[in-house]
């Protein structure tokens, strides 16, 4: 059973930056594409960027282009999500996910393995 543990939420002003880690364990094979998701109060869970197994191609949100970087170290079965010039609109629980595939997915049903989430604020 795959599990999935997020960290490096918090509370950051608009404008600020904050990284988030998902440490990823009890694969059978490595390195499956990944994502991260977000979900704000009284919304629904929406994607927010993702990344092949490789590392060389990854997707994003149009909301978060430019702003957000997702990467990955695969020796230490870890990925990141670099979240700069942070606005309140970014607020939600971040969730990172596991797709057990090869290949970039961007559609929540394509995940099959959850973190717990992490708490992500901005305030203005």
């Known amino acids: 059973q795959v599990q999935l543990v997020e960290s490096g939420g918090g509370l950051v002003q608009a404008g600020g930056s904050l990284r988030l880690s998902c440490a990823a364990s009890?694969?059978?094979?490595?390195?499956?594409?990944m994502g991260w998701f977000r979900q704000a109060p009284g919304k629904e869970r929406e994607f927010v960027a993702a990344?092949?197994?490789?590392?060389?191609?990854?997707h994003y949100a149009d909301s978060v282009k430019g702003r957000f970087t997702i990467s990955r170290d695969n020796a230490k079965n870890t990925v990141y999500l670099q979240m700069n010039s942070l606005k309140p609109e970014d607020t939600a629980v971040y969730y990172c996910?596991?797709?057990?595939?090869?290949?970039?997915?961007?559609?929540?049903?394509?995940?099959?393995?959850w973190g717990q989430g992490t708490q992500v604020s901005v305030s203005s």
């Open positions: 009890g694969r059978t094979f490595s390195s499956p594409s």
């Open positions: 996910a596991d797709t057990g595939k090869w290949y970039l997915c961007i559609e929540e049903r394509d995940y099959i393995y």
């Open positions: 990344i092949t197994w490789s590392g060389a191609s990854q």
